[in-house]
């Protein structure tokens, strides 16, 4: 699936009786800074800070809560913080996908990729 800003592509499967997803390509896979593969430098555990961000997963056995819907939790790489998440399928090509702080929620549509 590509996220709303096309930067990223994140495979989404079935695991533990539930949803995983999983970076596993970026527009922009090399840090300009450092020549060298981006890694998850975001996150607030310094022993996770030198992940790479291909390969992170961003949840792990979300379990379905209804037809086409599955709510847990979910790794935003962009800010290194964890939400509770919605994530439902919208249409045949269409993933919305939620994150929420306490009543506070946003999201945003990701689209089938081919590759």
Known sequence: WLTQAGDAKVRVSKCGGGLCG????????????TGKPVVDDKNHNPSLAKRPMIGLPLFQG???TGPNK????????????TYASNISVSG???????GCVGVLCGGETWTRSSR
């Open 92 to 98: 045949p090509t269409t993933l919305r996908v939620e």
């Open 70 to 81: 599955w709510s847990g939790t979910i790794y935003n790489a962009d800010d290194g913080s």
């Open 62 to 64: 979300m379990p379905a």
């Open 22 to 33: 999983v970076v596993v390509w970026l527009r922009d896979p090399i840090d300009p800074n």
